[in-house]
């Protein structure tokens, strides 16, 4: 078979569970496979998921989660994230192709994981995909976040996104500094769907922090209960 990432043939390991049909075989090869560094556990933070020094942690939090606490405007907006892998120059490069191919192959192997941590974390909480702008929508032809739900959840539309500057364009300072910006709003569903709710988003990446507590407080305001968010990389 094919690697799904670097699409190099491979003979997958035999196991007792993939010749009795109990599990499916690894899509990967084994190089490919080493280079996801998985998250969750005590070297994370209980926060954000991303792996941390002590030395650059507080009260249990990275720095980042510990400092978007003390700001008035964004402390309590997010419960918590979490994601499958560390987002290196790997996975980097792997989301970069996915996202420019939509290839459904890739959103599906992604969405099998994230639908075990869905039912492990957040099991009833409303799924909600981060949306593009509907300029970005059109150009690409799909919003991967939406793509990676197929299987496991349904996309209720409730949100919409204003046009914009792509983010991956500014700067680490400039995505922080405008988490008081609102490029997100309700859709008419959306408020009546929310309400009262836990609400878990979902998107690709999680990098600053600043978009889903952009999102948290849009929902907030709407009448959510928490949000919390789920990524495939940190």
């Given at each position: 078979m094919r690697c799904l990432s670097c699409h190099e043939r491979f003979f997958p390991m035999p196991s007792w569970e993939s010749v009795l049909l109990l599990k499916e075989e690894e899509p990967l090869c084994q190089m490919c496979a080493e280079q996801l560094v998985a998250l969750g556990g005590e070297g994370c933070c209980s926060t954000c998921s991303r792996h941390i020094h002590t030395q650059y942690k507080r009260e249990g939090v990275c720095l980042d989660c510990w400092r978007w606490e003390q700001q008035e405007y964004t402390k309590g907006l997010l419960t918590m994230n979490r994601s499958l892998y560390e987002y290196n120059s790997f996975l980097k490069e792997w989301l970069a192709v996915y996202k420019f191919r939509g290839d459904a192959i890739v959103a599906s192997y992604f969405a099998k994981l994230l639908s075990v941590m869905y039912h492990h974390f957040f099991q009833g909480d409303l799924v909600v995909p981060v949306p593009l702008s509907e300029k970005r929508?059109?150009?690409?032809?799909?919003?991967?976040?939406?793509?990676?739900?197929?299987?496991?959840?349904?996309?209720?539309?409730?949100?919409?996104?204003?046009?914009?500057?792509?983010?991956?364009?500014?700067?680490?300072?400039?995505?922080?500094?405008?988490?008081?910006?609102?490029?997100?709003?309700?859709?008419?569903?959306?408020?009546?769907?929310?309400?009262?709710?836990?609400?878990?988003?979902?998107?690709d990446i999680y990098t600053t922090g600043?978009?889903?507590?952009q999102v948290a407080r849009l929902l907030k305001e709407a009448g959510a209960q928490k949000v919390s968010s789920m990524t495939v990389g940190r």
């Open positions: 929508l059109k150009a690409r032809g799909f919003n991967q976040a939406s793509l990676i739900m197929e299987g496991w959840a349904e996309d209720h539309d409730v949100l919409a996104r204003v046009e914009g500057e792509k983010q991956s364009k500014k700067s680490r300072k400039q995505r922080i500094s405008q988490v008081t910006d609102q490029p997100f709003r309700m859709n008419e569903q959306g408020i009546e769907l929310v309400r009262g709710r836990s609400i878990v988003l979902v998107d600043t978009t889903v507590r």
